[in-house]
């Protein structure tokens, strides 16, 4: 069956813009996850949604990065006037349910702030 | 804050080898632990998932052990082959008293090499 995707797998944006990350769970997952990935920090995660709920938003970097979904099922991830920071490999996951299931991840979009 | 070290960052060995790759955390209250390799460039694949209230996982010739009390899990990978060159990266899942969930936490990984 069809994995977790994640579109655009690369986008370049000059700093200052905005741009919008898409994440297509496997359906039938209720629990969706998105991290970050970069070079510093290793992997680290941002937001979590529970059907079209994000229980706790605090992990997200700034204000300028915010996160939705809609139907429970796809998920955008808009960060807001771009920083060269931004620069990162952003992850999504999904899982059958919230509590202790195992996440299966999409392969990534490589977001590069120039 | 939970954190996972996994040592070491780095291993070579030749092919056909047995080796344990090991991963530690602070907070024994975790809910499980997953493993997951990632090829250069790629997403993460799950290898296995030990929840909380198990010892150990097997998938072919790997094997997951996991010791809640002293926080500390290994991935076990038998008979070594090229193709297992990857960073493997373990990760915990905290648990809470009210139940749900949060996101993994994952350590920095192990960057195996398999050679020829």
């Known amino acids: 069956g069809a994995g977790v995707s994640q579109s655009p797998s690369n986008k370049v944006t000059e700093k200052g813009k905005d741009v919008e990350l898409r994440c297509d769970p496997i359906s039938g997952h209720t629990a969706l996850y998105w991290y970050r990935q970069s070079l510093g920090q290793g992997l680290e995660f941002l937001i979590y949604f529970q059907g079209n709920s994000a229980p706790d938003k605090s992990g997200l970097p700034s204000d300028r990065f915010s996160a939705e979904r809609t139907g429970g099922s796809v998920s955008t991830l808009t960060i807001q006037r771009t920083q060269q920071e931004d620069s990162a490999v952003y992850l999504c996951?999904?899982?059958?349910?919230?509590?202790?299931?195992?996440?299966?991840f999409g392969p990534g979009t490589r977001l590069t702030v120039t | 804050k939970q954190e996972v070290t996994q040592i070491p960052a780095a291993l070579s060995v030749p092919e056909g080898e047995n080796l344990v790759l090991n991963c530690s955390f602070t907070?024994?209250?975790?809910?499980?632990l997953q493993w997951f390799r990632q090829d250069p460039g790629k997403g993460l694949t799950s290898l296995l998932l030990?929840?909380?209230?198990?010892r150990e996982q097997t998938s072919g010739r790997l094997n997951a052990s996991l010791d809640k009390s002293s926080g500390r899990s290994t991935l076990y990978i038998a008979a070594s082959q090229p193709g297992d060159s990857a960073t493997y990266l373990c990760a915990s899942l905290r648990g809470y008293s009210g139940g749900g969930a949060d996101g993994l936490t994952f350590g920095k990984g192990t960057h195996l090499i398999i050679q020829p």
């Open positions: 907070d024994s209250a975790i809910y499980n």
């Open positions: 996951a999904s899982s059958s349910r919230a509590s202790g299931s195992e996440q299966y």
């Open positions: 030990i929840q909380s209230s198990q």
